[in-house]
């Protein structure tokens, strides 16, 4: 299987595709294009494969208070907000699940985190995991946050989890590549 990780692009197909999460899907359907190229709150990718849409995530950069990190994070970092890349949404296609198409969207954050960091600054990725997620973020190395305040106001809240940039780097080199 060869999988192209890209950019959204207007001719996407986003109306056949099915995560099985229909608020995945009405975002990704609805409301990725506009809030990528009319508002720039985020970009979304898209895994394809000859033309069809298997996964999507949304990135965009933020930041997290020096008080959520773990300790041994702390060390020799200013106490102030620090920047990192945040993983908004991932989901991929039902027929596609499975197949290691989140995994192949990870790798490609990661990859862009790394670059981040070396052009702008960034000391790891965050995602808000749904509950239901929360498994395969931590397969990955994330671990819970703990959140300080502007707690996501979602039923059920999602868990906020952070990998380190060191952590990233090394998931590159050990990643499969497709």
């Known amino acids: 299987m060869t999988i192209e990780i890209r950019l959204l692009e207007q001719a996407d197909d986003r109306k056949s595709f099915h995560s099985g999460d229909a608020d995945l ?11 990528q190229f009319r508002h720039h709150i ?28 773990r300790a041994d994070l702390k060390r020799k970092l200013p106490r102030s907000p620090l920047p990192v890349l945040r993983l908004a949404r991932l989901a991929v296609s039902q027929d596609a699940q499975g197949q290691g198409i989140g995994r192949h969207l990870m ?13 702008f600054g960034c000391v790891g990725v965050v995602v808000d995991a749904k509950r239901d997620a929360e498994s395969f973020y931590s397969s990955l190395g994330f671990e819970p946050l703990e959140v300080i305040e502007g707690q996501i106001e979602e039923k059920p809240a999602p868990t906020a989890m952070f990998l380190p940039i060191r952590e990233v780097a090394q998931a590159i080199k050990v990643a499969p590549t497709r």
Do not use: P
Not at 107 to 114: E, K
């Open 42 to 69: 985020g970009s979304t990718y898209v895994a394809i494969e000859r033309h069809r849409v298997l996964g999507f995530m949304t990135l965009s950069v933020s930041s997290i208070e020096f008080e959520s990190l």
């Open 107 to 119: 790798r490609a954050a990661f990859v862009m985190a790394i670059d981040l960091r070396e052009k």
């Open 25 to 35: 899907d009405r975002f990704f359907q609805k409301y990725a294009w506009q809030n």
